[in-house]
Each structure stands twice: as C-alpha cells, then as structure tokens.
C-alpha cells in the first residue's frame, strides 16, 4: 500500500507527471478540446452556481471581479487541460498556489473553492459523456479530469492554508502592536471623546431646532475608535460587549426619549438617564483599559506610524466591515514631493526631519477611528474609515493644502517648502485590499505625471 505524503509542490509535480503518462494522448487532446471549446459556457456555469448563493454574492457580485474572473477562469480551465510536459506543469502548479493566495487574501471559504471545483466537474463528465466513447475509455477520461482537478485543488489549499496561516500571525502581531500602545494616553483621548459629544447633544438641545436629530454616538470620534481599534485592542472582552450594548440603547433608546420631552421636567429626568449610562461607559471603559497592560513598541521608529506590515490585517478587516454593513471606506495614498532632493540637499538627518514632520502633520488631520501607515521610504497611506467619496476628496485636498502651507524645518533651523502629490481610492466592494490598493497607487502616479502638488482620484480614472 502506497504511504501517504504530505502535500507539496515536487510531490504534486511528480504526480501529474504521473497521471499524463498514464492518460493516453487521443484522450488528453480530447479532454483539452471540450475546455477550449466550452470555456465560456464552463465558466458561466462556475458563476451562475456560485452567485445562486447569498454566500457566493458576497465575493463575487461585483461588476470588476465577475468581468475579470470570468476571463481567468476561462484562461484556468484551457491552462489546466493543456499541460503536457513538465514546463507546463511548473508553470500550472505555480498558477494553482497564486489562485490559493489570493483566495486567502480575500477570506474566501474553503468550502466554496470546492463546491466550484465539483460543478466543473460534472460539466466536464456530461461534455465526455456526449462524446460516445467506449466505456473503458470514458472511465479513463473521467479519472484523468477528476485527478487533474483535484491535484490543482490541493495546491491551492495548501497555498490557501500557508497564507491564512500568515495573515493571522501578522493580525495576532497587529494586536500585539495595538496592546502596546500608550493605552493612558488613549483612555484619556477616549474619555475626552465622549465628553465632547455629551457637549454637542446639550448644546444641540438648547440652541438649535428641537426637531432636528440628536447627534449619533455610534457615529462620533468615540463610536468610530469602539468599532475600528477597540475590538482590536480588548477582542471580545465582556466590558468592550456591555460599553457596545450601551452605546446602542443611547442611540436607539436614551436619545430619542430625550428629543421627545414634553417639558422641562421631562427633559431633566431623560438627562439624568442619560448621565447615568455615560457614567456606566466611563466605568467600563476605565476598568477595559485598567486590564491591559502599559507599554510602547510596534511603531515605525522613525515617524511613530503604525508599521506597514500591519496593513493587510486592518484592510482585510475594514473589507468585512464594509461586506457586512456596507460602511464605505478608502485610502489616502501621499508621497512628498521630490523627497530625493531634499536628501541630496539637506543630509538624511534633513529628510528624516521632514518624515517626522509630514507624519505629525497628516495625524493631526485625521480622526481617531482612522489608521496612518508608514508605507515606503517618502509615502503614508491613510485609511479613512465611514466615509464616502466626497469627504475622502475634501481630507485629501486639505492635507495638499496644509502642506502647502507649512514650513518644514529641517537642519540648523532652516526652513524649506515641501508639497504632496495624493492618490484617493474609495473602496468599491472589491473583496481583495491588494485591489484597492493598486488603484490608489494608480492615482498617485497620474498625480505625479500631471505636475506633482496635486489630488487625483482613482474613480475619475475609469
């Protein structure tokens, strides 16, 4: 009996050898014709199975990826029945562990990668079984289209699981960083959000139209950093659940009753119930923050920015966010402006000034629910969590126009002018964040090919 071995690309690779040697060639060349001749219909079929399911949606109802993956399914099946050698299998088991990547980048469930695989399948044998072959050869084919799949199945679940198995180390690292931060400094931020926003509700009250909608505490600076970094920061704790429960009887409960006072009276007893609740979310939000311990590490040294390799777990989970509530997000994209220069002119030293400066700035102008990163050597990319493609427009304009305006000191007091060019990409429900991303990048360079200084937006591209 033939020993297990584990999956692994020289083994794969030795097996489809195999199963080609095996397969006689007139039905190879068979198999590889019905692919080639019915690759649209199989991939129409692969997708309208796929989108039947609510679950299936959720990945692929979208215009770019339906178009797109349609043509690279096409482009599979026709790669996959086409090997015939081993160059071509190199090239296909390479393909296999790519497809498994990006599949793990965008969480697509296992079990739909093969539910997909089954429907071709069956297309595949109801195609062979048209062909009126003799039985033992259609048996033959049948094995040879079974196995081929499966091997590329395994590629890309191994693939798939490697990845995963990345993403989390590199989300477990993101929390890691998240619990190190100066998490005193943060509980008073925190606290003086909600103070702020107790503010706005009293004042709203009093000098503007009583009819007019109290202010959201979902939607304030301390709603948006509950949803966005708390539940990084604390996961699930029992305190982040209550502060969440009670942040949701404020809204839905607390502030409509207090809008709806009748009298003066009224208005005093559905305050104090409103002071009551803020009491219970300063208590629980002391003792979350009083549970973790105090200390500082995980930024880029130089800017104190969230580190790049953070990225793809913030994005992948603003991505579900969006996919489950269709908040919108985008990302900010900057580059200072002929940086080289400045380096070449001024030292490192005069550069590394600027960085720190550029760094200082954009944080001031963004919100605490919002992520800055260091992405390169001169650029920051900025995840502007719920918010829509005219206020993604109006931050970016106003941080070109902050730098603008700014005098950046860089050695023995000598201050320079630095400008930015900026690349804005409204996420589009395109499940994979390497997508967003490269269209932000996209807009950034058309930004610096029309003069530098400038705003582009991505969705004007198209």
């Known amino acids: 009996m033939q020993q297990d071995v584990p999956t692994n690309p020289h083994y794969t690779r030795?097996?489809?050898?195999?199963?080609?040697?095996?397969?006689?060639?007139?039905?190879?060349?068979?198999?590889?014709?019905?692919?080639?001749?019915?690759?649209?219909?199989?991939a129409d079929h692969f997708y309208r199975h796929m989108l039947a399911t609510d679950e299936g949606r959720q990945f692929l109802d979208h215009d770019t990826v339906n178009t797109r993956l349609r043509h690279s399914m096409q482009h599979w099946l026709v790669e996959l029945f086409r090997c015939d050698g081993e160059a071509d299998i190199d090239a296909a088991i390479a393909h296999q562990r790519h497809v498994g990547e990006v599949h793990a980048r965008i969480h697509l469930p296992v079990h739909l990668m093969t539910?997909?695989?089954?429907?071709?399948?069956?297309?595949?044998?109801?195609?062979?079984?048209?062909?009126?072959?003799?039985?033992?050869?259609?048996?033959?084919?049948?094995?040879?289209?079974?196995?081929?799949?499966d091997l590329a199945m395994e590629l890309m679940n191994a693939a798939y699981t490697r990845s995963t198995a990345r993403q989390t180390r590199t989300e477990e690292a993101y929390r890691h960083y998240a619990l190190g931060q100066n998490l005193s400094l943060e509980r008073e931020r925190q606290r003086a959000s909600l103070l702020d926003w107790s503010q706005n509700v009293l004042f709203s009250l009093h000098l503007h139209d009583a009819s007019a909608p109290l202010p959201s505490l979902g939607r304030s600076e301390f709603g948006m950093w509950l949803s966005h970094k708390a539940e990084v920061i604390f996961e699930r704790s029992d305190e982040l659940e209550q502060i969440e429960a009670q942040l949701e009887r404020v809204?839905?409960?607390?502030?409509?009753?207090?809008?709806?006072?009748?009298?003066a009276g009224q208005r005093r007893?559905?305050?104090?119930?409103?002071?009551?609740?803020?009491?219970?979310?300063?208590?629980?939000?002391?003792?979350?923050?009083?549970?973790?311990?105090?200390?500082?590490?995980?930024?880029?040294?130089?800017?104190?920015?969230?580190?790049?390799?953070?990225?793809?777990?913030?994005?992948?989970?603003?991505?579900?966010l969006h996919q489950r509530s269709q908040q919108q997000f985008g990302v900010l994209l900057i580059d200072l402006?002929?940086?080289?220069a400045i380096n070449d002119t001024h030292g490192h030293e005069g550069g590394d000034r600027v960085l720190q400066q550029a760094a200082q700035?954009?944080?001031?102008?963004?919100?605490?629910?919002?992520f800055v990163f260091r992405y390169g050597g001169e650029e920051v990319l900025v995840v502007l969590?719920?918010?829509?493609?005219?206020?993604?427009?109006?931050?970016?304009?106003?941080?070109?126009?902050?730098f603008e305006a700014q005098a950046f000191t860089v050695t023995n007091g000598l201050e320079i002018r630095v400008s930015v060019s900026i690349g804005v990409a409204l996420h589009d429900?395109?499940?994979?964040?390497q997508y967003l991303i490269g269209r932000a990048d996209d807009a950034l360079y058309r930004a610096k090919r029309g003069g530098r200084n400038r705003v582009v937006d991505a969705g004007a591209m198209a």
Request: glycine share 4%.
């Open 269 to 320: 007893l559905r305050s104090r119930e409103l002071q009551e609740t803020l009491d219970e979310i300063h208590f629980l939000l002391g003792t979350l923050f009083d549970r973790h311990v105090e200390v500082e590490n995980g930024r880029d040294a130089l800017t104190r920015l969230l580190n790049r390799r953070f990225l793809p777990a913030v994005l992948s989970r603003e991505i579900q």
């Open 429 to 433: 429900g395109h499940p994979d964040y």
């Open 251 to 263: 809204d839905s409960i607390v502030l409509p009753r207090l809008q709806q006072a009748a009298d």
């Open 115 to 149: 539910r997909g695989a089954r429907q071709l399948r069956q297309q595949l044998y109801r195609l062979l079984a048209a062909q009126d072959l003799p039985r033992q050869a259609l048996t033959r084919a049948h094995a040879y289209v079974c196995e081929t799949i």
């Open 385 to 402: 969590v719920e918010l829509g493609h005219d206020d993604l427009m109006r931050i970016a304009e106003t941080l070109r126009g902050r």
């Open 361 to 370: 700035l954009i944080t001031a102008c963004v919100r605490a629910g919002d």
């Open 337 to 340: 402006d002929h940086f080289k």
């Open 14 to 42: 030795e097996e489809w050898l195999r199963l080609i040697g095996e397969t006689p060639p007139p039905l190879r060349a068979l198999i590889r014709a019905l692919a080639e001749t019915h690759r649209a219909a199989l």
